[in-house]
Nanobody
Framework: VQLQAFGGGLVQARGSLRLSCAASGGPFSSYVMGWFRQAPGKERMFVAA?????????YADSVKGRATISRDNVKYTSVHLQMNSLKPEDTAVYYCAAGNPVMTGLSDSRLYRRWGQGTEVTVSS
């Protein structure tokens, strides 16, 4: 499966963004989908994940309550990340990823096999 992330941009603190990741060329519904982010000079960090059917979601503590991950397995084969109440510390390049991690490994980027190219989010204070 190929992934293409988009939707990033410049937003003021306390604003919102909706990131999207379009999937093509593979069995999208067979993958757990995740979002990760990498701030300048820092390692890539887990943000959120959603199971294959879209029934269960998981979030990093840093975004819990402010982020919502969702997916469309039927019409547009895509995954989305709605981010609200954005903070300057949310500034990063956001990547979508596809894989089949076990439940205890959802936040481990090494367990995701396919990655989108990243979309940059900048939150100004």
């Amino acid at each position: 499966v190929q992934l293409q992330a988009f939707g990033g941009g410049l937003v003021q603190a306390r604003g919102s963004l909706r990131l999207s990741c379009a999937a093509s060329g593979g069995p999208f519904s067979s993958y757990v989908m995740g979002w990760f982010r990498q701030a300048p000079g820092k390692e890539r960090m887990f943000v959120a994940a959603i199971d294959r059917r879209g029934g269960r979601t998981y979030y990093a503590d840093s975004v819990k309550g402010r982020a919502t991950i969702s997916r469309d397995n039927v019409k547009y084969t895509s995954v989305h990340l709605q981010m609200n109440s954005l903070k300057p510390e949310d500034t990063a390049v956001y990547y979508c990823a596809a894989g089949n991690p076990v439940m205890t490994g959802l936040s481990d980027s090494r367990l995701y096999r396919r990655w989108g190219q990243g979309t940059e989010v900048t939150v100004s204070s």
